[in-house]
């Protein structure tokens, strides 16, 4: 894999239970027909889940016919760059996995406002 990181090295694994990405293989990655970039690494916050639904993104509700168990604080998820913006501007922004986010997101957020929710590397 040579995809790279928003610090410049290689993109690590973000989560694989539960199993995210755009690709559903554990990593930010994206392609062209990835229409939302899912290639921010968060650990989700109650705060954001609850952001997320009044969005009309419910990531809590279990979807079994998608194989989508639903989500909870803690858990890390692939995001989309302009959900986890429009929760910054709200003040609501989960912390990151800054090796973990694709370099992609910097199209739409400052690598200064990623390092500021930042969590520590595993």
């Known amino acids: 894999m040579t995809a790279k990181n928003v610090l410049g090295g290689p993109l690590t694994a973000c989560c694989f239970s539960p199993l995210t990405g755009y690709f559903r293989d554990g990593w930010c990655r994206t392609a062209d027909e990835d229409r939302g970039s899912h290639v921010i690494c968060a650990k989700l916050t109650h705060e954001f889940l609850a952001f ?14 998608f194989r989508f168990a639903g989500l909870k604080p803690g858990d890390r998820w692939c995001l989309c760059a302009l959900r986890w913006r429009e929760a910054l501007l709200a003040g609501v922004a989960p ?28």
């Open 52 to 65: 997320s639904r009044a969005r009309g993104n419910d990531l809590e509700t279990p979807v079994p016919e």
């Open 95 to 122: 912390p990151v996995v800054l090796e973990a986010t694709h370099e992609r997101a910097l199209q739409f957020v400052s690598l200064e406002e990623l390092t500021a929710h930042a969590l520590e590397a595993a």
